[in-house]
C-alpha cells in the first residue's frame, strides 16, 4: 500500500503523515518505520533494500518518503509498483508537488494506491480550518478576530497553528480582535498594500513592491510564504521555486525577483 500526499500545504500534509504513522505503530507496535530524505541520492538504494529485506520477525513494515525520490531510475519505479501490491509493506511518499514522470502512476489512486491532497487553503475554506483548528485548542475566536488572523497569516497554516498554540496557554478562551493584538497579532495596512503590489500588471510595480516590503524589515520568507494566497495563478511556480530554495540552488529574495520578471 501506498499513500500519496502531495500539495504545497506541508503543515496539514506534515500532520496527515504524523496520523498515518502513528495509526500504523499503535496496530504494529514491532514494526520497522524507515523514514527517508528523498533528495538524498542514497535514499533509492536504501529503500529497494528496506523494502526487499524480509525477517521472520517482521510481519509489516512502513517507509516515509519525504519528497519524492529525486532520482527517478526505472528500478525505484518498478519497485514503488510492486510495494503497491505488497499487503506486508507500507509507504507513505510526502511531496509538496503533484508527482512527475517517472512518477505519474502515483497520482492515480487504486491499484493499492491512496492519493491525498493538501493545496493551500483559501476563502471559505481557510476559514473553516481555522475554526476546527481552534476547537482543538478550545478556543472560539469572533468573526472580526478570525478576519484578522486570515489576512495576517493568508495560507501559511504553520504559522495560524503556532499563533494558536501560544494563544491557548493564556486563560482566555473566546478571543476577540483587541486580544489578538495583545498577542501581537495585527495586519499593516503598508504590508497587505505590498503583497498586492508584487501581483500588478507591471513587473516595475511589482519590483518596486517587493523593494519596499524588504526595506520595511519583512523576511523573504514571510513575503514568499504569502504570494500563494494573494497569487494562486502562480502557485505552481512558486512550489518549484521553493524546492529550489530548500534544495540550496538559491535563496528566497533570489527566487521572489526571478517569480516577478516572469
Known sequence: MITVLSGPDSYRRKRRAREIVAAFTETYPQAPVLRL?????????????????????????????????????????????????????????????????????????????????????????????????????????????????????????????????????????TISERDLAAFGVETAPDFIQGIRGLTAASVAERLASLAQLLASGEPALKVFSMLPYWWPARLEMLAAYDRGVKSGKLDYEEALTDILIR
Do not use: C
Not at 517482521?58 to 517507509?63: D, G, H, M, T
Not at 499487503?87 to 511531496?95: D, G, L, M, N, R
Not at 499563533?163 to 491557548?168: A, G
Open 37 to 173: 530524505d528523498g533528495n538524498d541520492p542514497a535514499a533509492s538504494e536504501r529503500f529497494t533494500e528496506f523494502v526487499r529485506s524480509s525477517s521472520l520477525f517482521e510481519s509489516r513494515k512502513l517507509a516515509v518518503v519525504e519528497p519524492l525520490f529525486a532520482n527517478g531510475t526505472k528500478a525505484v519505479v518498478e519497485i514503488l509498483k510492486r510495494t503497491a501490491d505488497d499487503a506486508h509493506s507500507a509507504v507513505i511518499v510526502s511531496t509538496d508537488a503533484t508527482p512527475v514522470s517517472p512518477f505519474t502512476f502515483l497520482k492515480k489512486g487504486g491499484n493499492g494506491i491512496v492519493a491525498e491532497s493538501f493545496p493551500r487553503l483559501t476563502g471559505e475554506n481557510l476559514a473553516a480550518w481555522l475554526a476546527e483548528e481552534a476547537r482543538i485548542y478550545r478556543l472560539v475566536f469572533t468573526p472580526s478576530a478570525m478576519r484578522l488572523l486570515e489576512e495576517a497569516y493568508g495560507a501559511d497554516t504553520w504559522s495560524m497553528a503556532t499563533e494558536l498554540q501560544k494563544i491557548s496557554s493564556w486563560s482566555k478562551r
